[in-house]
């Protein structure tokens, strides 16, 4: 079977040179007559929301016609009924208020009020929402011209959502495959499945619930070993086997690929003593996924976790699971045979032209049993968590 590369690059974080690079690389893979049909991002394509733009923007949407004429609509009601409420209660506002609390104003009066305040209801959740997707596009805009160059090549673009990114991104980027979730891998006949985990947003979001990483609320859980306010979690992998929907659904794939935006915890992987930890201790991974290493460390089944996340890039090998995250500053490419992967060739984001900087062999992958399992780590570190 001939070779056939996988390019891997790490979250974007609204950098579209992360994915320039991965086209430069798939030319490169081409120009040496080998294979690349797949690039792959682990999430994370979005940052924060900006409030000052999001300020703007509703301005300029509120002089929009359709919201002009919402506006007329409004205050003319408005003060109608004012008008009304003068005659039946004069100045008493805190009788009007008790009668209106206890369903005892005039029906006319009642029926204004409800138009009123379902009016004004309705048209800041509109805004709200407009608002949000103009925003998330502004940010989103720059992927989108060299995401359809780099899909003309011929290559599918697979992701997943990361903590940063809104749920609805996947809409507003059409040449980007988002998998994982039930009824959604399509790539599993390839041996290529997607792992979503449910995670308190950091998006900074007007509503929480427009930034969820999870496809599936629930999917699967982070096994972390305490609880956390607003974090579901698994404190063993005997509970993740029982309680995960993500485990249970794959725990029997043939799958040989999971892309997840949080590598799963496996011996040192995820742990403080690799540095990627929170002040409370281990860094959370998904409790499902976990479990679903553990199984396939025990039966011998090698399996290549592409994930993101931790901002210092690294590559960590065990019981034949391997784990590849390039970290923001650099791309992979990673060589497979038969599902074995033969070698790993990073290359730094910020140099197009030259090729990789690092390349790991097969044989560095299996001598890093005698380092713990780290086979690379990068010292690169973004400022974005």
Avoid at 155 to 172: K, M, R
Wanted: with cysteine.
């Amino acid at each position: 079977m001939a070779l056939e590369s996988l390019v891997i690059g790490g979250d974007p974080h609204e950098r579209p040179e992360v994915i320039s690079r991965a086209s430069n690389i798939v030319d490169m893979i081409a120009a040496e007559n080998e294979m690349c049909k797949k690039v792959i991002l682990p999430g994370d394509w979005y940052e924060r929301f900006d409030h000052n733009l999001a300020a703007k923007l509703r301005s300029d949407l509120m002089k929009d016609p359709q919201f002009a004429q919402i506006q007329q609509r409004l205050s003319m009601l408005g003060k109608s009924l004012q008008s009304y409420v003068k005659q039946e209660y004069g100045d008493d506002m805190l009788k009007y208020q008790t009668d209106l609390m206890a369903g005892k104003v005039p029906e006319n009066i009642l029926g204004m009020h409800k138009e009123f305040v379902q009016l004004k209801q309705g048209l800041s959740k509109y805004l709200d929402r407009a608002v949000v997707a103009e925003e998330v596009y502004a940010h989103i805009e720059p992927f989108l011209g060299v995401l359809k160059e780099l899909k003309a090549k011929g290559v599918d673009i697979i992701s997943v959502l990361g903590n940063h990114d809104p749920v609805f991104l996947p809409e507003l980027m059409q040449d980007v495959n988002f998998i994982g979730g039930e009824d959604n891998d399509p790539y599993e006949s390839e041996g290529i499945i997607g792992h979503n985990i449910s995670f308190p947003p950091v998006g900074g979001f007007p509503d929480p619930k427009m930034n969820a990483p999870s496809g599936l609320p629930g999917d699967d859980d982070v096994l972390y070993g305490k609880p956390k306010d607003g974090w579901a979690t698994f404190e063993t992998l005997d509970e993740c086997r029982e309680e995960s929907n993500w485990y249970k659904r794959n725990k029997d794939s043939g799958a040989d690929i999971v892309v997840a935006h949080y590598g799963p915890k496996i011996g040192l992987h995820g742990t403080k003593f690799l540095g990627m930890a929170t002040k409370d201790g281990d860094f959370p991974s998904g409790g499902g996924l976990s479990a679903f290493a553990d199984d396939r460390a025990q039966s011998s089944w090698d399996t290549l976790y592409l994930s993101g996340h931790i901002h210092s890039g690294l590559i960590y090998h065990r019981q034949g699971q391997l784990i590849v995250n390039p970290g923001p500053n650099h791309v992979a490419e990673v060589i497979r045979e038969d599902g074995q992967t033969q070698a790993i060739l990073l290359y730094e984001v910020d140099k197009p032209n030259e090729y990789a900087a690092d390349i790991i062999l097969l044989s560095d992958i299996e001598e890093s049993k005698e380092q713990e399992g780290i086979v690379w780590a990068s010292s690169d570190m973004l400022q974005a968590a």
